[in-house]
């Protein structure tokens, strides 16, 4: 099965979340491609069982080059359906927009019909990195990856 874990990142902190979450999917046997949004078109989002986006909280909503592929990935609408989806986030502080930001993301999963799980006792919307904390965020990317994995092998076998 085959995940695909995007993002965009201007910093390296969101490259860094989205290369140990692709590192777990694989150790938990799944077939994964990490791409920057800018090396991506929406057509390829349709060759993926599962989906993970992850961006930088920009006042409190995903990058504008995520934006930008979810608008163009109208052409594929209920061609997702049915997909595992996803989301990660960093942010500079506690109360920087994180949810909003992850909310932004999985709307427009949600919209195109896949299915998303919370965690009852991680980040409950999805991985959020703090600042330079990246031994934290490190730990809630694995735990996601993990569960992640689990469901679109439930899900998708």
């Known amino acids: 099965m085959k ?71 109208i052409a594929l609408h209920g061609r997702l359906d049915n997909r595992v989806g996803g989301a990660f986030t960093s942010s500079a502080n506690l109360a920087g927009g994180n949810e909003t930001t992850l909310f932004s993301i999985l709307q427009a999963l949600l919209i195109h019909g896949m299915i998303i799980q919370g965690d009852p006792d991680g980040d409950h919307y999805g991985p959020v990195s703090l600042g330079d904390d990246m031994d934290a965020a490190e730990r809630k990317c694995r735990r996601f990856a993990q569960r992640f994995a689990q469901l679109v092998k439930k899900i998708c076998s």
């Not at 069982?49 to 006042?59: E, R």
């Open 3 to 73: 995940v695909l874990v995007l993002y965009y990142s201007k910093t390296g902190v969101t490259q860094q979340m989205a290369n140990v979450i692709g590192k777990t999917l694989k150790e938990e046997k799944l077939q994964v491609d990490i791409f920057p949004v800018e090396k991506v078109t929406a057509e390829v989002l349709a060759d993926y069982k599962g989906i993970i986006v992850g961006s930088p909280t920009y006042y409190g909503t995903l990058a504008w080059q995520l934006k930008k592929l979810f608008d163009e990935s």
